[in-house]
């Protein structure tokens, strides 16, 4: 059965709500959001699910995740970190904090921490050129900006992050 | 001089519903539902002679105006993509004075008899589109929107619409096809969207910032809003501004304004004793201006920023002090635009890819003599070729670049930015 | 309505052209070509490649006057744009100049080749387009002659992505054009192929599970502008420039789509000819420059199967051994001479009409029977009230209704389904009586749902709910038909219709509810006034490639084959295997006296016989077939006849020859004339005629490659419409015939519902070995309570009792199928023509997966 409808019948009514009967396509993006909260990433059967749904096809269900960059195909971390390094925060030094960022984390660039726990990513810029650096982190939550932050604030954030998951995971 | 459109910083807690509606919050929309014809609200706008605030300018009454009336229903969308490199406004307003940006909405959903309306944000807007959320169902509940408002027959609904990642869907009609389901490409022009837009629907397309300036309007009148700004560019601007000064942020002011007094004044001036050295007035998607004192005096309008060479777009002022090379500035904006480019047309496509890696040659220090004409060239190449105005964006820093600051290029090793 | 004309001026040339046309258009009409990729005019502009891009003036308009402003000569003043416009996208308006050879333009063309060529590999040398290529062309023409990239840089990408079984992808060939996406979702309706990620990076995926899963996926490689998308098939088969085009029909379904053979002689093959691939043939009556996969890949692949008949065989002790021509003929002709009083000739629509023809005249000498195998009537009735030539579904729209009636349109005539589509699209109603969903549905502006058996009596229903005003027309017992709100709001709206066609076709009805269905049909054609004129008429989707020709030759389907056959004196069988599709039937071929087989292969019903004579398939041969919408259309030989075979008209005529009947045996074409001169419908026609062709619109297949070079304009013919008779005598009688058909009625028994799919296991379809991923194992579709009732669950095995065979098959249960109901998938394994009976249980112990199972074990 479709893991959207029994998962979150009420996200889902809500969703299709917002659009005219007739349109149940622009439901979409929401959806695909929504597939992708538990894992972080949307796989094959999200996409039918989705698909369903909408009344359009797997196929097109994945030219639109595709397209759009905040949905993931593959898997990674469930935090995904993501740091602007756009021009008019690299004007403020976001390079070198993104770069030393990763060095404390011990990733490369675009990687995820050994335990699997922290995806870390450059981004274009987010709409806050004034409080670099910035960054914003991707989990079931959704998308929380933290902005004006040093290495070390952004490494005690990503700490507290990875307990609020690991704690969830095991209970 | 008291704030317009952030409000806020006048009236603490704005983004209250009980402390917008204390200072005067929904009287304009009560106004125009109430007592004045569609037409007339049209012809308010029109007058005050407010331009479209998401970057090309266009008079606003005037858009509003080409909504066609053959074809119903018709939508108004707000377009809150804001994803322009240097551009952070819509998101200030969104936060802090949102039910301002919302009565905007709704007074320009009667305006052109549209029963519902989509805010469609950029996907990071994930807390804000949250906020709004809450503010529209605060709305609901309050009597702003629903069924019979004020007791007429005119209804209206307000939705929110998260995109996912991606600049162009800030270009209105890529907007659409997102909000459709769709992946953001923007679509031929004409038709254009009060023809043909939102589901094939007429529908209006605007800004943030735009929509945050109808109620006042509204409520004081054109000839009032006119005294702010010149004649061309009445009004206020919320001001972006970013990279090299003191106090970046956002500043709220008349058009005209001259580049000195927003980043002298205002920002504080450039830090560590340095000059500036460039100015980009519209995000990575401006022609680069050089800092002579000429253009630092230059006010800032739709008409007067060009005599410098650039446009004023969405007015998101980036500044580059003199320890940067342009051949980096200039490789930063390819690095977004190839990353941003949707893949549609060719020029934009194959052009973005090409003058990445040319740029990259020049950047790392592998560039032959050639690859600075070349990538010159390819810039050419491109202009006046592509679908929409992301193409031509992306060679507005490469052009303007080699042509105003050609020995940054040419001289290979200086090219990294200095420390800090 | 007379369309408004535009003239303007494209490099000096004045040409005039209706409004509304994309300048790209007009200038392809007089002449010139402008270079595109991603237009196709047979898709809605996009303007995404801006290849096409041209300098567009426009003459001054005085703001006062509303007229032109003139210059010093009394011209019009052009005004021309800042920048350079798509003409893909720019539509022609009066006086409007168009400059394509300018400096600018070319040089702005040799950009935009530029940078397509950053991506693209070169690899021309070793490419199926090379030759066919549109960027290879323009590249000629425009390229510069070095690359300015660094080879390095470009992006290198996968070269063999399988999107399918039937189809693969170049990613560094593809240039992004979406010809093929939205060829898909447009025109097929099926959107299982899109464009992944974005810029740079994008590239064409499917998620469908098969991949690609379409019927009309080989459609584009042939709009592909660039070898990116390729064929199973065909990939690496050949050079373009060492084939030869031989114009043909395809023979698997009744719509007749114009074919053109790509053939070359081949070392590997002995040096035989052999059909490389199958191409479109343009002709916008018919196909326009479409085909569906199943002809595009299995039209020639059975001709060539090693399995085939190369000599005559006899019966002799028992056995049938190899004889030659002379001693089979002789002997078939003296068995026939002393057969004359229960001669029996079954033949099938896979025939050609010259074929057919001198079967007949034989049978009629012999006194006998002409037979036609075929489980849908009603081709009397076609020829009768069949649609008027001038009849084209490309100009349904405003005003027209097609109705469907028990057809999955897509299964059965699947380039009807593309037209019925694309009509309703274009504003045309369509009406769907069907007895289950189907895809063709989803077009629907009215779409009705029956009960199985039920066919007839709703179309008599819908004339019921029209004809009540006009009561004296219609017989009393139709009030025992009454329509329900639905079926009156799509009769009114079909009345309604300025034009109207009714088209019937093979799900779940057997041969005597299709007769029904035909005569129902007529009578509400005729009540409705859609009859006589282009646009209205009968028509039938065909089982077979031929059969309208069948019954315009005379022949007739049997009441009672197994009586006909067990009591015939002497059997000729040409192109039929009743045994392999009936089992019963082997019994009443063992009273019959004498058995002639004439085939491709050594069928089941061939080995039974006592003459078994070969015959040439028709891509060795020429000939006519009569498609479903009543167009005869010649076929060409395109390879070299195998072995000792002969064309079947031949074969028939030296048989007559040996019994003293005179009849023309040599030349198709000379047969052609003497049906022409015997057939009324077909008075006047000649093989010359039907090679005429007309001018079509697009213009395919010229130097440059406008369609993306791999489509054939039509310069073999395309063919002739037949007047219906009533047409004719400008009469139009019907008669009103209660519904005959009887539903199967047995306590608690299921009823067996025959269904067409178009991937079926024919013996013309499993030759084709790339198709044969793409065909379902034989199965059964059952009711999830029935099942639950039998203990089966999807994917398992039932034994199934049917029609005297009982087989061991796969059960798929699914809402889809109504209680009671077994659908039965015609051409699987299990005989089955009508609703009947049938036996279903759990299988005690599962075989092995029967994988690519041709029939069904015993
Ligand atoms: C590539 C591209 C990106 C754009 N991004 C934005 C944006 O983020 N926000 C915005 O309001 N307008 C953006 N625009 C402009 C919109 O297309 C459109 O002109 C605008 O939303 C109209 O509103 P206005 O008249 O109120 O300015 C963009 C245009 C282009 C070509
Ligand atoms: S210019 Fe760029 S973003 Fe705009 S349509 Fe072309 S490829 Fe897409
Ligand atoms: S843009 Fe006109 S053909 Fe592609």
């Known amino acids: 059965m479709n893991r959207l409808l029994k998962e979150y019948p009420q996200e889902v009514e809500k969703t299709l709500a917002k659009y005219p009967l007739e349109q149940k396509r622009s439901a979409v993006m929401p959806l695909l959001y929504l597939a992708q909260r538990d894992k972080m990433h949307i796989d094959r059967q999200d996409m039918i699910d989705v698909a369903e749904i909408c009344g359009i096809t797997e196929t097109e269900v994945k030219a639109i995740a595709g397209f759009y960059t905040l949905y993931h195909e593959e898997p990674g971390g469930k935090i995904r970190v993501q740091v602007c390094t756009d021009i008019a925060c690299a004007l403020r030094g976001a390079d070198e904090f993104y770069a030393h960022l990763c060095e404390r984390l011990g990733v490369e660039d675009g990687g995820t921490t050994p335990d699997g726990a922290v995806t870390v990513e450059q981004v274009k810029c987010l709409a806050a050129c004034h409080n670099v650096p910035v960054f914003q982190v991707q989990n079931a939550d959704g998308l929380t900006y933290y902005e004006n932050q040093s290495v070390e604030s952004a490494l005690e954030i990503i700490e507290k992050l990875r307990q609020g998951e690991s704690q969830e995971e095991a209970a | 001089m008291s704030h317009i459109l952030l409000r806020h910083r006048d009236i603490p807690d704005i983004n209250k519903l009980d402390v917008y509606l204390a200072n005067g919050g929904f009287s304009a929309f009560r106004k125009v539902v109430t007592g004045m014809d569609k037409q007339a609200v049209v012809d308010e706008v029109k007058k ?149 837009g939102l589901y094939g629907k007429p529908t209006i397309v605007n800004n943030v910032e735009t929509l945050t300036n109808v109620p006042p309007i509204i409520e004081r009148g054109a000839d009032w809003y006119r005294t702010f700004g010149t004649e061309k560019s009445p009004g206020v601007k919320i001001f972006s501004l970013s990279g090299n000064v003191e106090k970046p942020g956002n500043y709220e002011l008349p058009l005209g304004t001259t580049f000195r007094e927003l980043i002298f004044t205002h920002g504080g001036g450039i830090p560590n004793g340095r000059g500036v050295k460039a100015i980009m007035p519209a995000g990575a998607s401006s022609s680069v201006i050089v800092a002579t004192d000429e253009a630092l005096d230059t006010p800032m309008d739709y008409e007067q920023v060009q005599n410098v060479g650039s446009v004023l777009g969405s007015a998101s002022v980036i500044v580059i002090d003199d320890s940067y090379s342009m051949e980096w500035v200039v490789n930063k904006t390819l690095h977004f635009f190839k990353h941003e480019s949707c893949g549609k047309c060719t020029p934009c496509r194959e052009g973005t890819y090409w003058m990445l890696n040319i740029s990259n040659r020049i950047h790392q220090g592998r560039g032959s003599a050639q690859d600075v004409d070349l990538l010159y060239d390819v810039a050419k190449q491109i202009q006046s070729k592509c679908l929409c105005a992301l193409g031509e964006f992306s060679t507005m820093a490469v052009v303007t670049g080699i042509e105003r600051f050609r020995t940054d290029f040419d001289s290979q090793g200086q090219s990294t930015p200095a420390e800090g | 309505m007379a369309k408004q004309m535009v003239t303007l001026t494209i490099d000096d040339q004045q040409v005039t052209v209706p409004a509304g046309t994309l300048v790209v258009d007009a200038a392809k009409k007089a002449g010139i070509d402008i270079p595109v990729f991603c237009h196709h005019p047979k898709l809605e502009p996009v303007g995404m490649c801006r290849m096409c891009l041209v300098e567009v003036g426009r003459p001054m308009m005085d703001r006062a006057t509303g007229k032109p402003i003139l210059d010093a000569d009394g011209k019009p003043k052009i005004q021309f744009g800042r920048t350079l416009e798509t003409s893909c996208t720019t539509l022609v308006s009066e006086g409007m100049v168009v400059r394509v050879s300018s400096p600018q333009v070319e040089e702005a063309h040799k950009d935009v080749i530029e940078f397509l060529l950053t991506s693209h590999p070169l690899d021309c040398p070793i490419c199926d387009k090379g030759g066919e290529c549109p960027l290879q062309n ?424 197994k009586a006909d056959l067990s009591q015939a004196s002497a059997a000729y069988i040409v192109a039929v295997d009743p045994v392999g599709d009936q089992p019963v039937l082997a019994e009443a071929l063992q ?222 249960v699914s809402e889809r199928t109504p209680a009671g109901i077994v659908f039965v998938p015609r051409s699987l394994g299990l005989p089955i023509d009508a609703p009947s009976p049938v036996g279903v249980r759990l299988a005690e112990k599962a075989l092995a997966r029967p994988s690519n199972l041709q029939r069904i074990t015993r």
């Not at chain 3, 028939?652 to 057939?679: H, P, W």
Request: charged share 20%; glycine share 8%; with cysteine.
């Open chain 3, 138 to 561: 323009l590249t000629m023409e425009y390229g510069v002659g070095e690359s300015r990239f660094i080879f390095d840089e470009k992006m290198h990408l996968a070269k063999n992505v399988p999107l399918g079984d039937l189809i693969f992808l170049d990613q560094e060939r593809c240039i992004q054009c979406s010809r093929c996406i939205r060829f898909q979702r447009d025109v097929a309706g099926d959107p299982v192929i899109h464009f992944h990620e974005r810029g740079r990076a994008t590239e064409i995926i499917t998620n469908s599970e098969p991949g690609f899963d379409s019927y009309w996926s080989g459609n584009t490689t042939d709009i592909c502008p660039v070898g990116a998308l390729t064929t199973a098939d065909f990939r690496f088969g050949a050079r373009a420039w060492e084939l030869k085009a031989t114009a043909s029909i395809c023979s698997q379904c009744a719509v007749g789509c114009n074919l053109t053979f790509n053939v070359r002689r081949e070392a590997k093959a002995g040096g035989r000819i052999v059909i490389k691939r199958v191409m479109p043939r343009q002709n916008e009556e018919v196909n326009e420059i479409w085909i569906c996969d199943k002809g595009r890949f299995t039209a020639h692949h059975y001709t060539e199967s090693t399995d085939r008949l190369t000599q005559p065989l006899v019966r002799k002790n028992g056995e049938l051994v190899p004889t030659t021509w002379e001693e089979a003929l002789d002997l078939v002709a003296r068995r026939f001479q002393t057969s004359l009083d229960s001669f029996v000739t079954l033949a099938s629509g896979r025939l050609s009409n010259e074929d057919l023809f001198n079967l007949r005249q034989l049978t009629d000498k012999l006194s006998g029977q002409s037979l036609l195998d075929t489980y849908m009537a009603g081709g009397d009735l076609i020829a009768e009230f069949g649609v008027a030539a001038g009849t084209n579904f490309t100009d349904f729209g405003p005003g027209d209704a097609i109705m469907v009636v028990a057809s999955d349109l897509e299964e059965e005539a699947p380039i009807w389904y593309l037209q019925a589509k694309q009509a309703a699209e274009r504003g045309a109603i369509l009406i769907v009586l069907n007895q289950r969903p189907t895809k063709i549905a989803r077009y629907a502006t009215h779409n009705l749902t029956c009960a199985f058996g039920q066919e007839a009596a709703s179309l008599l229903a819908m004339a019921n709910a029209i004809g009540s005003s006009e009561i004296s027309r219609l017989p009393d017992w139709i009030k025992e038909f009454p329509a329900d709100n639905a079926l009156r709001l799509a009769a009114q709206a079909f009345a309604d219709a300025q034009n109207g066609v009714i088209i019937y076709g093979q799900q779940g009805i057997g041969l005597q509810a299709s007769r029904d269905v035909a005569q129902a049909a007529a009578n509400l054609l005729f009540l409705t006034d859609h009859l006589g004129r282009p646009k209205n008429g009968l028509l039938a989707a065909w089982q077979r490639v031929n059969d309208q020709g069948a019954w315009d030759m005379g022949f007739r389907p049997a009441e009672d084959l």
């Open chain 2, 48 to 196: 005050s002679g407010l331009r479209g605030r998401g970057g090309a300018g266009f008079p606003t009454g005037l858009k509003w105006s080409f909504i066609d009336n053959n074809s119903w229903p018709h939508y108004v969308v707000a377009n809150a993509d804001e994803s322009e490199p240097g551009t952070f406004k819509d998101r200030e307003i969104m936060e802090q004075n949102p039910f301002q940006f919302l009565e905007g909405v709704a007074i320009a959903s009667y305006a052109v008899g549209a029963n519902a309306a989509y805010v469609y944000l950029r996907g990071e807007f994930w807390q804000q589109a949250h906020f709004l959320d809450e503010c529209i169902a605060e709305m609901e509940k309050a009597g702003f929107l629903g069924d019979n408002l004020f007791d007429t027959d005119y209804s209206l609904r307000i939705y929110t619409h998260l995109g996912a990642g991606a600049y162009i869907c800030g270009e209105e009609t890529a907007l659409l096809e997102s909000l459709e389901g769709k992946r953001g490409q923007p679509r031929l022009r004409p038709p254009f969207p009060p023809s043909v």
């Open chain 3, 591 to 812: 009273h019959a006296g004498f058995v002639v087989v004439q085939e491709l292969f050594l069928t089941e019903t061939a080995k039974l016989a006592d003459v078994v004579l070969p015959a040439q398939a028709y891509t060795e041969r020429d000939g006519t077939y009569t498609s479903a919408a009543r167009r005869v259309q010649r076929f060409y030989p395109a390879a070299l006849p195998l072995g000792e075979t002969q064309p079947d008209f031949a074969i028939t005529a030296q048989i007559a020859d040996r019994m003293n009947i005179k009849m023309e045996g040599s030349l198709a074409g000379r047969v052609f004339q003497q049906i022409a001169k015997n057939v009324v419908a077909y008075e006047n026609l000649t093989y010359r005629k039907l090679a005429e062709t007309k001018p079509q619109w697009p213009i395919v297949g010229r130097g440059d490659l406008y369609y993306g070079g791999t489509s054939y304009e039509n310069s073999q013919g395309v063919g002739v419409a037949l007047r219906p008779a009533s047409q004719v005598r400008k009469l139009f009688r019907v008669t009103w015939e209660r519904p005959q058909a009887e539903w199967p009625q047995m306590e608690d028994a299921l009823v067996a519902v025959p269904l067409t799919r178009l991937y079926d296991r024919g013996t013309t379809v499993t030759p084709a070995k790339v198709l044969t991923p793409r065909l379902t194992p034989p199965h059964v579709g059952l009711n999830p309570e029935d099942a639950a009732r039998l203990g089966v669950s999807d994917g398992g095995l039932v034994v199934v009792s049917l029609n005297g065979v009982t087989g061991e098959v796969y059960a798929h």
